[in-house]
């Protein structure tokens, strides 16, 4: 296997530098941008298996020379020592309701560990990708890693707000989001001031900032851009990224 990774990038290019893909003789993982700067990078990392080369170095520019026209330069990087890739963050959606079911098909295709946790068998079966039957989903923040995504919205206000309480206390999540309202945003506000937390790192309502469509898929749509952007745009990797 080898490793492709942008290791210099100047002016317009498809990605940033960092970004990597992993080539095999008939596989590909992961994106460097497409277009003919990949489909380059992709021939010689073959190359390189099959002449038995260690490391190698592309400099590219984006020009009409290679038909690509964004105008920048990059420099990649090639080496048989591809590391596993870092685990993605895990996203705890509490709540199999339609838009925890949503939410869930969602992120399935996105760089998060998204499981789907709630106490009732009968709405967990309705739903695809992997789930978690359990009473105490509290326990679950508890033991969530560093940089996890919390997503709170169960059948139960009073659930939401312990739930939503007991990950503001982390202050090490990388967002905690709940489904509702200003009125109840504002009602928890008081609930937390009471118990000495700050709400203000609380996203709720969750996926506002973009329509008030109510429908699931929608709110799931964008509840899933939230966590994306909280994701890929806090480069500081402050925690709470939202506040």
């Not at 100047?10 to 003789?25: D, L, Y």
């Not at 199999?96 to 068998?121: E, K, Y």
């Amino acid at each position: 296997m080898i490793r492709v990774r942008v290791t210099s990038a100047r002016g317009s290019t498809p990605r940033e530098a960092g970004a990597e893909m992993i080539v095999g003789p008939d596989t590909i993982q992961g994106t460097i941008g497409g277009g003919q700067l990949e489909y380059m990078a992709i021939d010689r990392a073959r190359q390189m298996l099959a002449r038995g080369e260690a490391t190698a170095r592309m400099d590219i520019p984006l020009g009409p020379e290679i038909g690509q026209c964004c105008g920048g330069r990059v420099i990649l990087s090639l080496d048989r020592e591809a590391p596993t890739p870092p685990a993605h963050p895990d996203a705890l959606i509490f709540g199999a309701g339609h838009v925890g079911r949503a939410l869930s098909r969602a992120l399935q295709p996105l760089p998060v560990n998204a499981l789907l946790i709630d106490s009732r068998p009968e709405e967990l079966a309705r739903a695809s990708g992997p789930t978690r039957l359990t009473p105490l989903p509290e326990a679950l923040i508890r033991d969530a890693r560093p940089g996890t995504f919390v997503v709170i919205l169960t059948h139960d206000h009073a659930l939401d707000f312990l739930l939503a309480a007991e990950a503001l206390a982390r202050r090490d999540l990388a967002y905690v989001g709940m489904i509702g309202s200003a009125t109840k945003r504002a009602q928890f506000a008081r609930f937390a001031i009471a118990r000495g937390l700050d709400p203000a790192p609380l996203t709720c309502p969750i996926g506002a900032g973009f329509s008030r469509d109510k429908r699931p898929e929608i709110i799931a749509a964008f509840t899933a851009a939230e966590l994306m952007a909280c994701l890929t745009l806090s480069s500081s990797r402050k925690y709470p990224c939202n506040s």
